[in-house]
């Protein structure tokens, strides 16, 4: 309740229960409610939980239980079990476990709502339609858990769960394309078989398989588990100074992006390692353990990093994949540093964390829904079911290992610090840098929201203040820039008097089309892309002083679509992206036409209706189909003039990806193209040739430390489209404590290029962090970011 003073942060070891101890199920106990569906028992899992009250509170719009929620809580009934032998741990499982099955469709896949008491499935929700998805994931691995459990207990249920997890792994199996096949993204291979283009979702995924083919070794389960297990095995990159600095990015669609929740990378290959014989697996979890979590370790916990970190909020679902993925990794190497991090990870729970709050509360066994900033009011209070049974599932891990659980006390006494600078601090030297405003491009964000560009005769500075004496390496996050880039722009061109809206384009013979065709225009899922024939459109656009008109020829030889209104995105669609003041701050509208079985439909996704004043007509032709769309100024809230700019967005999927005119992600209204209005066509966009190529020098950043010699970064550099990066400045210096100064300028050869810079981050090389225990020891971890090397020492002499 907002103006309400919480009340002071619990101590995490209370006295729980005489049964469980530390790891206390009893808010995961409130959250469920048992019901039956056609005779069958089972439980919901309520998925909220707010403070100060607690009561249920139900996922608005969606439903009021799921399998996301559903199936943790049934792995973490079943580990209860395991360690206490607790039979209603089994029985609430088992309830769980009958409600993941009611979930699961005939061909395997999953739904993941339900809406009421009677069990009724939402089947069209944005996150609960039929997939093979993170709902499957998690379902998989918690029928995989049930088989094991209950095997020797019920064997016939044990038969039941089997059957069901079988059926999953037959849809996971068609879900699974293009295994062995590699896209590129900015001069990088990435495997094309990664789950809905996914490291997180694929690392889950193969824990389901190795949890299966723990309990039955089998030729399919291992087929499968090797296909995933390789496709993350292989999507790493960087080095201990270089970015990414080792990490498994969260999806192919960006080289520069890793989020904190939901990241099984580690965790995934060290058990799948283990299980399916694989030493290099283990090795590949070991590697990123080393480099990138014990950056998180020294250098703090962190919401995502994309280039530059966000620290806030914090959530149990992003520190126990670090608990659990450490545990991995111990359970397979028995190497102590893994099990002795599990736990200092595990304190984040405890109070060893920017709010000093502890994160569970054993008492009550809530697990509070995430940190918001550096103090204990910036805590969220609320209880949610995701919150609680991560915190539960971390510390199943490691309450009763007499190593680990030393260091659940575990409290900061020193940390090496870094810093982030942004370049909107800094203050104009020498020309007129242009000062924007733009959360992101799709790829990666800007730290601020904000960044400064510089041309020739720019420079800024920006002071700096170093906290610590030491070591340290200066980064620049800053735009990649691709030479030879495409003419994006696009024009509308007045159309004729009459305008028959049928899907026929008799009358579009004069617009210039944009061409939408090629591997360059494949957002994600390059290594599904079937080829031009089977999966690409030309579009155009005119206008009049009523409408702005749109078309499209689409070469899909099976039109598929059987949804109406926000259901259209599951079939075949043409995406259309429109921001009507031309200024790339913000989407107007993102239409989905859509040839529906109640006709042709306009979708507004911005404004959640149809499309007022629109008309649209489709009409099939060989090889493929038409669209056709007539879309009201007035309705766009625009009024048209010759010479006035807009921008835009056209694009269609294809099973396994998204292909559109930028080849980047529309929903950033930064990256849509221009769209001129025009009487006549004055050039054919789309036909357009490319620019000539330069040198990686042609635009550059010059950066100046302390007026030291400046350092020269290339940005003209990316071998497909410009993409925020990380890179270093210079070799590593030593600063002393107190304050400093950073002036960059631009550099480069090409008097009409233009530097885009967002921040700087200024890092130890050495990242290093002390805690004190409860007795009140020290434990010291160290990072070296020139030799990689990690190491861990505490009073026993680990």
């Given at each position: 309740?907002?103006?309400?003073r919480a009340?002071p942060s ?6 729980a229960t005489?049964r ?5 199920p009893a ?7 048992p019901?039956?569906?056609g ?5 919901l899992?309520?998925?909220?939980s707010?403070?100060?009250h ?7 719009g969606?439903?009021i ?7 943790r ?7 209860l079990h395991e360690r ?20 699961q ?9 339900v ?9 069209e929700?944005a ?6 998805g993170?709902w ?5 691995w918690a ?7 209950f ?6 249920y044990?038969a039941r769960?089997?059957?069901r ?5 037959r849809a ?17 291979r990435?495997?094309?078989w990664?789950l809905k283009?996914?490291s ?9 398989l190795a949890?299966?083919?723990?309990v ?15 496709a ?7 080095t ?7 990490l498994?990015?969260?999806t192919s669609?960006s080289?520069a992006?890793?989020?904190?929740w ?12 283990e ?6 697996w283990i ?6 353990a ?5 950056r998180?370790?020294?250098g ?6 994309g280039v530059?970190p966000?620290?806030?909020d ?7 994949t ?5 545990w991995?990794?111990?359970r397979?190497?028995g190497d ?6 599990a736990g200092?990870a595990?304190?984040w729970?405890?109070?060893d964390n920017?709010a ?10 809530r697990?509070?829904?995430?940190i ?13 079911a995701?919150s ?5 599932l971390?510390?199943l ?9 030393r ?6 006494a020193e940390?090496r610090?870094?810093a ?12 007129r840098?242009?000062y924007?405003?733009q ?13 400064e560009?510089l041309?020739a005769?720019?420079?800024?500075r ?7 004496s030491?070591r340290y ?6 735009m990649?820039q691709?030479?030879g ?7 509308a061109?007045?159309a ?17 089309r944009i061409?939408v065709?090629?591997s ?5 899922g390059g ?9 690409s459109?030309?579009g155009a656009?005119m206008?009049?002083?009523?409408n ?14 059987r949804?109406?209104?926000p ?19 913000r ?12 006709g042709?439909?306009a979708?507004?996704w911005v404004a959640n ?11 099939e ?7 056709e769309?007539?879309m ?7 009024s048209?003039?010759?010479?006035s700019?807009?921008?835009?967005e ?22 849509l ?7 006549k066509a004055?050039a054919?966009p ?9 040198k990686?020098?042609s635009?550059a950043l010059?950066?100046q430390l302390?007026g ?13 489209r410009?993409h925020?990066w ?10 002393a ?9 631009y550099?480069g050869?090409d008097?009409m ?11 130890p090389v050495v990242w ?5 225990l409860?007795?009140g ?9 020139r ?12």
């Amino acid at each position: 309740m907002q103006g309400t003073r919480a009340p002071p942060s619990p101590s995490p070891f209370l006295a729980a229960t005489a049964r469980h101890g530390l790891v206390n199920p009893a808010h995961l106990d409130f959250l469920g409610e048992p019901i039956e569906v056609g005779g069958e028992p089972m439980a919901l899992l309520h998925i909220y939980s707010e403070y100060p009250h607690y009561r249920w509170v139900d996922a608005s719009g969606e439903g009021i239980a799921a399998v996301d929620d559903a199936a943790r809580a049934a792995i973490v009934y079943l580990e209860l079990h395991e360690r206490t032998a607790d039979p209603p741990a089994l029985e609430r499982a088992r309830l769980l476990l009958n409600f993941v099955m009611h979930l699961q469709s005939d061909d395997g896949d999953y739904f993941n709502f339900v809406t009421d008491r009677e069990g009724t499935i939402n089947r069209e929700g944005a996150t609960s339609y039929e997939d093979w998805g993170w709902w499957a994931a998690r379902g998989q691995w918690a029928l995989a858990r049930g088989v094991r459990a209950f095997q020797a207990s019920d064997p016939a249920y044990a038969a039941r769960l089997r059957e069901r997890y079988l059926r999953g792994e037959r849809a996971l199996e068609r879900a699974v394309e293009a295994t062995g096949r590699y896209t590129e993204l900015h001069g990088v291979r990435v495997p094309g078989w990664l789950l809905k283009g996914g490291s997180d979702l694929t690392s889950l995924a193969l824990l389901g398989l190795a949890e299966f083919a723990r309990v039955e070794p089998n030729p399919t389960t291992r087929r499968l588990g090797f296909a995933l297990g390789q496709a993350v095995s292989e999507y790493r990159l960087g080095t201990p100074d270089e970015y990414p600095f080792g990490l498994r990015p969260s999806t192919s669609t960006s080289l520069a992006y890793w989020h904190g929740w939901g990241s099984h990378t580690v965790q995934g290959l060290a058990a799948a390692g283990e299980v399916f014989g694989r030493q290099d697996w283990i090795d590949a979890a070991r590697r990123e353990a080393d480099l990138w979590f014990g950056r998180l370790l020294t250098g703090g916990m962190i919401r995502e990093i994309g280039v530059i970190p966000r620290r806030y909020d914090q959530i149990a679902y992003a520190q126990s994949t670090v608990v659990l993925g450490y545990w991995n990794l111990y359970r397979a190497t028995g190497d102590e540093r893994y099990r002795k991090s599990a736990g200092l990870a595990a304190a984040w729970f405890f109070g060893d964390n920017p709010a000093g709050f502890a994160m569970y509360d054993a008492g009550t066994g809530r697990g509070y829904d995430g940190i918001n900033g550096a103090n204990e009011f910036r805590v969220n209070r609320n209880a949610g079911a995701e919150s609680t049974i991560e915190a539960l599932l971390a510390l199943l891990a490691v309450v009763d290992d007499p190593v680990a659980s030393r260091y659940l006390e575990a409290k900061t006494a020193e940390q090496r610090p870094a810093a982030v600078i942004e370049a909107e601090q800094a203050t104009t030297v020498a020309g007129r840098p242009r000062y924007a405003l733009q959360n992101g491009t799709g790829e990666a964000y800007f730290s601020g929201g904000r960044y400064e560009a510089l041309s020739a005769g720019d420079e800024m500075r920006v002071p700096m203040d170093v906290p610590e004496s030491g070591r340290y390496s200066l980064y620049v996050a800053h735009m990649r820039q691709a030479a030879g880039a495409r003419d994006l722009n696009a024009e509308a061109i007045r159309a004729p008097p009459v305008m028959a809206i049928d899907g026929a384009l008799e009358e579009w013979t004069a617009a210039p089309r944009i061409l939408v065709d090629s591997s360059v225009n494949v957002l994600r899922g390059g290594s599904a892309w079937p080829g031009r024939d089977l999966a690409s459109f030309e579009g155009a656009f005119m206008w009049d002083d009523l409408n702005l008109y749109v078309a499209a020829t689409v070469r899909d030889p099976e039109h598929a679509q059987r949804n109406v209104g926000p259901g259209v995105w599951q079939g075949d669609a043409l995406w259309l992206y429109l921001d009507t003041s031309g200024e790339g701050t913000r989407l107007a509208a993102k239409l989905t036409l859509a040839q529906t079985p109640s006709g042709p439909q306009a979708w507004n996704w911005v404004a959640n209706a149809f499309q007022p004043g629109s008309t649209v007509g489709w009409r099939e032709t060989r090889g493929g189909y038409t669209y056709e769309a007539a879309m009201s100024w007035e309705s766009l809230a625009r009024s048209p003039r010759p010479g006035s700019r807009l921008r835009f967005e056209m694009g269609m999927g294809f099973p396994g990806g998204f292909l559109d005119w930028t080849g980047t992600d529309p929903d950033t209204p930064g990256n849509l193209a221009p769209l001129l209005v025009v009487e006549k066509a004055s050039a054919r966009p789309g036909n357009a040739p490319e620019q000539p190529a330069g040198k990686p020098d042609s635009i550059a950043l010059a950066i100046q430390l302390d007026g030291q010699r400046p350092v020269m970064v290339p940005e003209l550099r990316s071998p497909d489209r410009d993409h925020l990066w990380l890179d270093r400045v210079g070799t590593e210096v030593m600063l002393a404590r107190g304050a400093h100064e950073i002036r960059f300028a631009y550099a480069g050869t090409d008097p009409m290029g233009e530097s885009v810079v967002d921040a700087f981050w200024l890092q130890p090389v050495v990242w290093r962090k002390v805690w004190r225990l409860a007795d009140g020891g020290l434990v010291e971890m160290e990072l070296d970011t020139r030799t990689g090397r990690l190491t861990l020492e505490d009073g026993d002499g680990g």
